[in-house]
Each structure stands twice: as structure tokens, then as C-alpha cells.
């Protein structure tokens, strides 16, 4: 399975690997082989688009680049590993240009990762997504993509950006502890190991420990080693962050369980999570990713015209996300102006950019083959939207990191539209962009051969100027 090692423990607990060389056949080539992946780092409601990109010219990424006044400073550190595309809009177009039902936020959500239109009556997008389309070609089979949320869920096309197929949304899972115990094998694991998991609170780690003291046993370098102690360590500290000293009990008590039933859903109890249960999700994913667990995934934070208000980190807003991409103290823009609103939208910008550079800091961390498991990925930044005011589908926000084992050109800031504006809906449409992934991750069509139009809407081809 992608040459991933698995810890069979206790009970049928199984827990997967990174990628030990030790362990690898002598004649192996590491570059050739390292598998790719796709994942979906998903912003709602749009940026400051005033202060979002690159302040430096086009061409190669610089210190300048990710100046004081730029929400993407944050990421300064991985500026050669960053590919950023501008002047890509979507497809079908907003404002009501192509034919599809849904209003712009409907759009910008359940079009962007399936380039294809919404149904009347559902709202929901008629094709698949490219997470799944990915999972589907490069998965092992009957293995969809990891589909992560973090907040509250909307139940219509605004709270969903997978799909499996035609006016099939998949629900991202916004319980760490149910996204975990899958990752584990939870859900196929024998009463005993549950009741060991949560009632006792003993740790995977602990019903694998005889299978990982066996494989410490081997020949493995002092790289894998240390390789191992990361993986372990990262395990150990997500179990402790879910749930004290081990994972969460699988029950919750009767007073917790009525406090959490009770919750307004109005006020910034639910939003006082965002964070911790955001990061628990990234280590999740990173894990899943990195031990070929799938080579796809999801990550959406919050749901279109909704969001969290941000009360953490420096921040203390009155007003929640969507609200402030309109300036606007309520939804339907009836209320009165917000003083200083594009101030707060760059704070969230820049806040967005922090936990983008938490998930990449992870991937990193996992070494395969002279490379990282960064390294052959593409962590696609993206939003529903480029200019929320205006509710814009030009122009949009797209940030790359990694160069999927060298597929993509990296260390760039590239005008992608041939137009002298980039806020533009004639050329460079978004389904191009997915095409590009698709085919960075190693799809193909079904006789063979690269994959020429992801989605119904845009044109063929790739967008070549992205490519190394």
C-alpha cells in the first residue's frame, strides 16, 4: 500500500506508519515512486483582497513579498516551497453570467472544487469533486477522501464542498474524535478495544506497543528512528490534546451531554472551539496523509455567508465573519456600517494564514526519500470567494505549497490571465487550475493518458504557466 508500514495491535487497532527507508527494498527509487497528494485548505466569505497578495512584482518570491502590510507574512518562511497564481476566476461565473441555480455564496461553495453548475431545486453541485475524483483514481479502492470541517455545519450546499458525485454532498466530519477513531480503525475494532480506548483511556499507542518495540528491533537508521519518535510523539499529543491523558471517553456524562445539548447556537460558545478543534483536525489530516492513509483531502473552515466571531489571538470581534465581509452588522446588509471592518477581515486573513502554515509545519515534519511529505503534495489555500463585499468570483485567492514531487514551478508569483487585469473572467477559469492538480497527483483518463477538462464549465487544458 504505497510502501506504508501498519502497526497491527490489540483488538484489530491499526496504526499506520510514515515512510521508512530502512524498511525500503534496496533497488527502490525513492523520487520516482513517492506518492503524491491533493489537499483542500478551504477559507470562506472571501480576503481583503487590498492587502492579500504579494506586494513585490511578479516573478520569484522574496522577503519583500510577505511584507508587515500582507496577510500571507506568515508564510515568509516557506516562500520557496509557494506557488501563487493570479487573475484565475471561476467557472460557472457568479453573478448570475452562466447558467446555474444558487445565489454567489451557493456558488462559490459548491462550484469551486467541481467546476460544474448547481441543480435547481437541491442547489447542490451536479458532479463530483476533485478531492474525490482524486481518491477515486490514486486511492485504494473503497477509499474516499478525508472530508474535514471545523464549526458549525450548514445543512444545504453553503456547509459542503465534496462530492462523490451528481447532487452528492459529502458532510465533512467536524468531530476530532470521530475523524481520530476512524483514522485508527475505530469503527471496525472489537468491543474489548473500545472499551480499552475509552472507558480505561489507554492510548493506541498502548495496544500497539508490542508491534512497535518488534520494529524498533530492526535495522533502521537513525533518520527512521527519529522519524518514528516524531510520528509517535504526534499521536501521543493529539491523544492528550482530545482528551487528558489518553483518547476521550466514547459517552459523554449526563451533564456535559446536557450543556453541550443547551448551547445557543447565536453566541460564541461553539465559535470558542474554532481553534483548538481546527488544530486537532490538522494533525488528523496530516497524519492520515502522511501514513497513506488516503492521498486526498479537505480541510473547510467554517460555512459560506457564515464563519465564526473571532474572539481569540488579538482579536475581539462583535460581528461574525460573514458579516464583516460585508461591513455590514447583519447578514442581508439592512444593519448599519461596521467602523474599521477591513482592518478586522485582514486580522482573520492573516489568522487564516497562521493555522495554513501550522498544517504545512506538519507536513514537513514527515521525510520521505530525500524529500517531504510537503514536498509531494500541492496544500491548495483557497476561498469561496475573492472580494466578499461584492460577493466576487475574479480573481481569487489561490496560494500552492509544495511542488507535488516537482510538478509544480514553486517560489513563484505568476499572472496566469492574459487580460492587463487580473480581476477578469475571460480566460484562465478555475477548472483549468483543477485539471493541473488532477494531473500533478498522477490521474489519468480511463484509456490512459493525462486528464484534458476537469468539471462541465471552462476550457481544456492546463494552466502550463504553474507548471516546472
Not at 7 to 22: I, T
Not at 90 to 95: A, T
Not at 145 to 165: C, D, F, Q
Not at 298 to 307: N, P, R
Request: hydrophobic share 35%; with cysteine.
Amino acid at each position: 500500500m504505497n510502501r506504508r508500514t501498519f502497526l497491527r495491535g490489540a483488538c484489530g487497532v491499526m496504526l499506520g506508519l510514515p515512510l521508512l527507508e530502512s524498511l525500503r527494498p534496496r533497488d527502490a527509487k525513492a523520487d520516482a515512486s513517492a506518492p503524491r497528494r491533493f489537499i483542500a485548505f478551504f477559507m470562506c466569505n472571501g480576503v481583503n483582497m487590498t492587502k492579500f497578495f504579494p506586494s513585490t512584482q511578479y516573478g520569484a518570491l522574496t522577503a519583500a513579498s510577505f511584507g508587515a502590510t500582507r496577510a500571507i507574512a506568515p508564510l515568509a518562511a516557506y516562500r520557496d516551497k509557494l506557488l501563487i497564481p493570479r487573475g484565475i476566476h471561476m467557472v460557472p461565473r457568479g453573478y448570475g453570467f452562466d447558467p446555474s441555480a444558487g445565489d454567489d455564496h451557493a456558488k462559490g461553495m459548491g462550484c469551486k472544487l467541481t467546476a460544474q453548475p448547481l441543480v435547481q431545486g437541491t442547489q447542490y453541485a451536479a458532479g463530483i469533486s476533485l478531492d474525490q475524483f482524486i481518491a477515486n483514481k490514486i486511492n485504494p479502492p473503497g477509499t474516499p477522501a478525508l472530508t474535514l470541517m471545523v464549526g458549525a455545519k450548514t445543512p444545504n450546499v453553503r456547509g459542503h464542498i465534496s462530492y462523490t458525485g451528481s447532487e452528492q454532498p459529502v458532510s465533512g466530519e467536524n468531530n476530532p474524535w470521530l475523524a481520530y477513531r476512524d483514522l485508527v480503525g475505530g469503527t471496525d475494532l472489537e468491543e474489548e478495544a473500545l472499551v480499552r480506548l475509552t472507558k480505561r483511556r489507554e492510548s493506541v499507542l498502548d495496544l500497539v506497543s508490542v508491534e512497535y518495540e518488534a520494529l524498533l528491533k530492526k535495522k533502521l537508521s537513525k533518520a527512521d528512528r527519529d522519524k518514528l519518535d516524531m510520528h509517535f510523539q504526534t499521536v501521543r499529543d493529539l491523544e492528550v490534546g482530545m482528551g487528558g491523558s489518553g483518547i476521550i471517553p466514547r459517552e459523554l456524562s449526563p451533564e456535559r451531554a446536557a450543556e453541550i445539548e443547551g448551547i445557543d447556537p447565536d453566541t460564541v460558545g461553539f465559535d470558542a472551539e474554532f481553534k483548538k478543534v481546527g488544530r486537532m483536525q490538522m494533525d488528523i489530516l496530516a497524519l492520515a496523509i502522511a501514513t497513506g492513509a488516503t492521498r486526498s483531502a479537505t480541510l473547510q473552515w467554517g460555512s459560506g455567508a457564515a464563519g465564526p466571531i473571532f474572539k481569540w489571538d488579538g482579536m475581539a470581534h462583535e460581528y461574525n465573519h460573514h458579516k464583516l465581509s460585508h461591513g455590514n452588522t447583519r447578514d442581508d446588509d439592512t444593519g448599519s456600517a461596521v467602523d474599521g471592518y477591513e482592518e478586522m477581515l485582514f486580522n482573520i486573513d492573516r489568522w487564516f494564514m497562521g493555522e495554513y502554515v501550522y498544517l504545512l509545519d506538519r507536513l514537513a515534519g514527515y521525510e520521505e526519500g530525500g524529500a517531504t511529505v510537503l514536498d509531494n503534495s500541492a496544500v491548495v489555500f483557497m476561498n469561496e470567494l475573492s472580494d466578499g463585499l461584492r460577493h466576487d468570483f475574479r480573481d481569487l485567492p489561490y496560494i500552492i505549497a509544495g511542488s507535488c514531487g516537482g510538478y509544480f514551478k514553486t517560489g513563484q508569483y505568476i499572472k496566469v490571465t492574459r487580460q492587463s487585469s487580473t480581476v477578469q473572467d475571460k480566460d484562465a477559469p478555475h477548472n483549468k487550475l483543477l485539471t493541473t492538480l488532477a494531473n500533478a497527483v498522477g490521474c489519468t483518463e480511463e484509456g490512459g493518458g493525462p486528464i484534458t477538462n476537469f468539471g462541465s464549465f471552462g476550457q481544456s487544458g492546463e494552466l502550463d504557466e504553474l507548471k516546472a
